[in-house]
């Protein structure tokens, strides 16, 4: 049997199942529990919000970044916290079989238990760890950090209410033979052992496909992956499918084995029994050259006692291939019974949403056979059907009821087996698979509309194309499942009639055979009612002095269109904007002045029935007189435009009112630019608060990626667009040593630096600072982004020149000065000095190895707080001057400072306590 799984094992192209425990998705995912209804609402509204790693009867294992978790907290939903610091090891599903299946205690394992239910346990610790826990006998699945395809189960009928023609599924199954379950059983058991990691699982494997191929089967081919440096091979043998060849069943067992001893793992019961079922079913229906209507394989999955392994590659890669399997049974020790009980029970281990082919196969062990069925959720996650459960397909696992005591043992031999019994569970299988391939398939597409009398519903389909096809049957009923009413008729479509208004009703089409077989059938509802529903989904976006909305499309029959209204912060009275009812889901308010702007959309019938009012939503055209556009491109030429500017009231936040929206994730390998907001994934349209007092300084955060063609990437704008004030337009990861663009001088920048992703600007009005000179020398500073640099315009009443130091040059006399560059200078008299410009919040200052002249930023900091690259450069305190030399624990904004720094490099400079 197999070692449990709770999170689930997952695989790529060449599948390697092995857990990249450094892999993380996002870098402040956390791993939480959703319950199903959580993760189909997720899944549905923020898709890229949500990483499921694996599926449980009731809830999933996921990933969310924190910022999705606090929204969902925000909101109410009961979201269990796992784990906060994800991946850092390795997540695992524990339980134990048998007798012992509820006896789990960890005490003598160094792990994390993140999770308990009566069925599993979520552990978090070492792949040595793990594997301690599969030698104490523990059933342990690994989880892969991989996320899977969100695929809910349909919850579809599976039954068989009239036997075929001369019913020849008693004929056939009667061919399985007690001799030949014996006769395979004992080859398996001869090989010793078939422990996945063995040298002799080449010879196991070749042994199974040659009994493959002698049953007459031509398609028998390896589905290899690799675990732990080896290669491991599943076995598929397939039969083709003749009328619906792109439908599937699969049969499977798993054909390694397992002891506590690993040279004498002769796996008699686990699980040559649940491998020979699936060849004992093949050569069966070889045998009497039996033509299937669907594709049947007969699978034997390698590497199932370390964790599912060979099932979850091949299931992975069914899903990718978007494969159409409409049942997996799965066979796993079925042949050993305590027959001083006298009784013929077995185990049915159904999975939500697969209720009806557990219902299926347990009909067909009373039709046909002596069991006595017992539905279980013990072993769900402990066999290969668990693999194929998690990537939403249909599964259902067979397992002995009278557990083995020689389980995992090397006395798991034949001799303990009762094959009569075994043969038992492989005729209900058999039975199982003959009528699911009989039974017609589900009818197509079928989709409700509501006819808008209120009293009736049309209901179309399309065909479900087989050749014995007889007539549909279209149910209806007020609850799932159960119908009231029934139709027959041959054609794709039909109006229900007779119904209550206002009244939800259930209806299904299944297709029926001439042997009056009836299909499956994914059921749909509708509602009749004489007036139309409320427009829903009611979305807008802000345009260049417009408004677009858009819903979802009404689906009554006599819809003849829709009705907008709107009212405004100035006008609050709604009033209609279209005269006739529109027939497109969409509408543009154009022409529009910048207001605040509320709107809400009706449908109407072709009688003048008008529905209510959709949800209202606010908007705010975009203000051209106001925003800046900037376009960025990469090498190829693609390229995203972008918006920012000021409106009062604005906020640093997300401000929807203003026409500000979360973007999805960018998508890799595309061109994309966005503002950076916080707590959200980016926007388009940044907007800030107006300049103030107190607010000499709004800064804008852009993000850029190049696509496919990469680097250089250019951004453009036009510098006559940008409002009053100073714009500069810097690098983020040096906040403007590496990039510093006066945007109202320039409007082009060719960002070549790939290791730049970010930009800031900021957005600045010029300022008057004042410095305090003494009369003699100065160590003097400029603290921010002059309107003009020259040494006599900045500082008039000086009576020497500026001096600026460095090794090679000594001393030397500086006509325009820097910012945050030390000079001396001379004053006659004391005095206060006014510079007028931006403020300067961050610098970096490069520095040669020894003495160096430094100078100040726009506000004074502490010395510890100034950083060096590479870092412990700064060798001596600074040092400042005023009649002599004095350590300074500040650097003044205005003043000069001596350090020196054992290397060649940079000091930052940077205001850490507030902003300006």
């Known amino acids: 049997m197999v070692i449990l799984v709770l999170l689930f094992v997952f695989i790529i192209p060449l599948p390697v199942l092995s857990q990249s425990i450094s892999s993380s998705y996002h870098s402040d995912e956390v791993l939480v529990l959703l319950t199903t209804s959580d993760a189909m609402e997720a899944i549905q509204y923020q898709p890229n919000e949500v990483r499921l790693y694996h599926r449980f009867p009731e809830c999933y294992f996921a990933g969310l970044s924190r910022q999705t978790l606090n929204k969902y907290t925000r909101s109410g939903s009961n979201i269990q916290l796992l784990d906060e610091r994800p991946w850092s090891s390795r997540y695992g599903i524990s339980t134990k ?111 199974l496909r040659n009994r493959y191929i002698e049953t007459g089967i031509a398609d028998v081919v390896m589905d290899s992956f690799q675990y732990n440096s080896t290669w491991q091979k599943n076995i598929i043998a397939t039969i083709p499918g003749t009328v619906n060849p792109g439908l599937e069943i699969i049969v499977g067992g798993h054909l390694d084995s397992y002891s506590s001893n690993l040279n004498q793992a002769p796996g008699a019961d686990d699980n040559a029994s649940g491998t020979i079922a699936a060849l004992e079913m093949a050569r069966v229906l070889k045998a009497i050259n039996y033509q299937p209507s669907m594709t049947l394989r007969f699978c034997g999955f390698a590497a199932e006692e370390v964790g599912l392994k060979g099932s979850a590659a091949y299931a ?95 006395n798991d031999l034949l001799t303990y087996l009762d094959i009569p019994y075994a043969a038992q569970i492989v005729k209900a299988g058999l039975a199982t698979l003959l009528t699911i391939d009989q039974i017609p398939p589900s009818v197509p597409n079928v989709r409700v509309f509501d006819a808008g009398t209120g009293t009736s519903l049309f209901v179309q389909w399309d065909s479900a194309g087989i050749k014995d096809f007889q007539t549909y049957r279209i149910h209806v ?24 208004n206002g009244t939800r009703y259930n209806i299904g089409v299944t297709a029926v055979d001439i042997a009056g077989q009836e299909g499956s059938s994914v059921e749909q509802f509708g509602t009749p009612l004489s007036v139309p529903l409320a427009p829903v989904n009611l979305t ?18 006599d819809l003849r269109g829709y009705n907008i209204y709107r009212s405004s912060e100035s006008n609050q009275t709604f009033i209609k904007l279209n005269g006739n009812p529109i027939a497109d889901s969409f509408w543009n308010d154009t022409n529009l002045s910048w207001n605040i702007y509320h ?63 979360e973007l999805p994730p960018p998508v890799i390998d595309m061109c994309d630019a966005r503002w950076r907001i916080p707590a959200t994934n980016g926007t388009w349209l940044d907007i800030r608060d107006t300049l103030g007092e107190g607010q000499a300084t709004r800064t804008f955060l852009l993000d850029v990626q190049p696509g496919f063609s990469g680097y250089p990437m250019t951004v453009r704008w036009n510098s006559a667009s940008l409002s009053n004030g100073n714009f500069l337009l810097l690098d983020e990861q040096t906040h403007g040593s590496l990039i510093r663009v006066n945007m109202k001088a320039e409007s082009l920048l060719v960002l070549s630096n790939q290791t730049i992703s970010s930009l800031e600007i900021l957005h600045t009005f010029a300022v008057t600072m004042v410095i ?59 005095e206060n000095i006014p510079l007028l410009g931006v403020v300067c919040t961050s610098e970096t200052v490069h520095v040669q190895e020894g003495w160096n002249l430094i100078g100040s930023i726009s506000e004074t900091i502490t010395t510890a707080s100034i950083l060096s690259n590479p870092p412990a450069i700064i060798s001596t305190p600074f040092f400042g001057y005023n009649e002599g030399y004095f350590a300074s624990e500040h650097i003044e904004s205005g003043k000069g400072y001596w350090v020196k720094v054992n290397q060649e490099g940079e000091l930052i400079l940077l205001l850490v306590n507030g902003e300006l």
């Open 599 to 661: 709107y809400f959309v009706t449908a109407q019938d072709w009688t003048g029935n008008q529905s209510a009012g959709s949800d209202t939503l606010s908007a705010a055209p975009i203000d051209l007189q106001s925003f800046v556009m900037l376009r960025v491109a990469d090498q190829g030429g693609t390229s995203d435009t972008v918006w920012f500017g000021m409106k009062a009231g604005a906020t640093d936040g997300l401000d929807t009112l203003y026409g500000e929206t």
């Open 540 to 557: 807008r976006t802000n345009l260049a002095n417009a408004v677009r909305l858009n819903w979802n499309r009404n689906s009554e029959m």
């Open 772 to 830: 305090h000179v003494q009369g003699k020398w100065n160590l003097i500073s400029l603290p921010l982004d002059a309107v003009d640099y020259r040494t006599s315009i900045l500082f008039p009443t000086a009576v020497s020149s500026a001096y600026k130091f460095n090794y090679e040059a000594g001393y030397t006399v500086q006509e325009t000065l820097q910012t945050c560059t030390g000079y001396w200078l001379k004053f006659s008299t004391e």
């Open 316 to 410: 992975l890669k069914a899903k990718q291939a978007n494969r159409n399997i409409k049942a997996m049974l799965n066979y796993d020790m079925i042949g050993h019974r305590t027959q001083s009980q006298g009784d013929y029970n077995v185990y049915h281990v159904w999975y939500p949403g697969a209720e009806d082919l557990s219902n299926l196969h347990m009909a067909m062990e009373a039709a046909y056979t002596s069991l006595t069925r017992i539905q279980t959720t013990s072993y769900r996650s402990s066999s290969d059907s668990w693999s194929f459960y998690q990537q939403g397909y249909k599964s259902l696992f067979c397992i002995e009821h009278d557990f083995s005591p020689y389980y995992h043992s090397p």
């Open 477 to 500: 009923g007020r609850n799932p499942g159960v119908y009231d009413t029934n139709y027959t008729q041959t054609g794709l479509s039909r109006t229900v009639t007779g119904l209550t």
């Open 97 to 207: 079989v048998g007798a012992q299946s509820f006896e789990r205690a960890y005490q003598e394992f160094d792990v994390d238990v993140l999770f308990k239910s009566d069925e599993f346990d979520l552990l978090k610790g070492s792949e040595k760890e793990f594997q301690k826990l599969r030698q104490a006998n523990y059933s342990l699945v690994e989880i892969e950090p991989i996320p899977l395809t969100f695929n809910p189960l349909p919850e579809v009928s599976m039954k068989r209410d009239n036997p075929h023609p001369s019913d020849p599924i008693n004929t056939i199954i009667a061919k399985v033979a007690d001799s030949s379950i014996r006769s395979y059983i004992q080859q398996m058991q001869d090989f010793g052992t078939r422990y996945c990691t063995n040298a002799n699982r080449d010879s196991v494997f070749r042994w």
